[in-house]
């Protein structure tokens, strides 16, 4: 079966600053993508940056990046310059190849100005 | 269409009525999944359709929910005689296959009162 932990319910963080997110997760599988989407307070989640366990490299996209840490499970997600519009809640989730998405509980993110 | 589509945005119901709720993907998009939101909580996976043949059912929570997709394009997603624990965010999202990026949509926030 496959798992996805956040263990951060919620964090703030100063507008221009940077902050991580945590993620850990359990799959027996080794071909596994791993996503980051944010959720605003109108429901639709968007994908944030994804990334593939074959890859080595870390996903980057302008000014989120990850650290994919395969051996440790473990896949956080950078968010540098924080803006007040990236205040949402964030999920981290897992999805093996053919199957379906597997999401945490989510983290809320609050960008304080 | 340009996104995935479902309405009703909000639904409130009676505790004992039936509901359907609709979801309209991206033209083409031959895989369309819904998932069940709890609030403050993470979707989890209900159901998963590819073109009209509903591939996994593994999710619902009970026989009281029901889902089709008879044309492979819009479905719906019935719940028959809604309890209070029903009451959740039901997201849709489609996609070109099952490896492919998912769209969400906005969801039906479902209240049973």
């Known amino acids: 079966a496959q798992t996805v932990t956040q263990s951060q319910p919620e964090m703030s963080v100063q507008e221009a600053e940077t902050v991580t997110l945590s993620c850990t997760y359990d799959?027996?599988?080794?071909?596994?993508?791993l996503f980051w989407y944010k959720q605003p307070p109108s429901r639709q989640m968007i994908l944030v940056i994804r990334?593939?366990?074959?890859?080595?490299q870390n996903a980057t996209e302008n000014r989120f990046s990850v650290n994919f840490q395969k051996a440790a499970k473990s896949f956080s997600l950078k968010i540098s310059d924080s803006q007040l519009g990236d205040t949402a809640m964030y999920f981290c989730?897992?999805?093996?190849?053919?199957?379906?998405?597997?999401f945490g509980a989510g983290t809320i993110l609050r960008v304080k100005s | 269409g340009a996104g995935v589509s479902q309405s009703p945005r909000y639904k409130v119901a009676k505790r004992g009525q039936d509901v359907a709720l609709r979801c309209d993907p991206i033209s083409g998009h031959v895989s369309l999944f819904w998932y069940q939101q709890a609030l403050g909580q993470g979707p989890e996976f209900l159901t998963y359709?590819?073109?009209?043949?509903?591939?996994?059912k593994s999710g619902l929570p009970s026989d009281r929910f029901f889902a089709e997709r008879p044309e492979g394009s819009v479905s719906t997603l019935k719940i028959q005689r809604t309890q209070q624990e029903d009451s959740a965010v039901y997201l849709c999202?489609?996609?070109?296959?099952?490896?492919?990026?998912?769209?969400f949509g906005s969801g039906t926030r479902l209240t049973v009162v």
């Open positions: 799959t027996s599988e080794s071909n596994y993508y």
């Open positions: 989730a897992l999805r093996q190849y053919g199957n379906k998405l597997v």
């Open positions: 990334q593939e366990a074959y890859k080595q």
């Open positions: 359709f590819q073109n009209e043949a509903q591939l996994d």
């Open positions: 999202a489609s996609s070109l296959g099952v490896d492919r990026p998912y769209t």
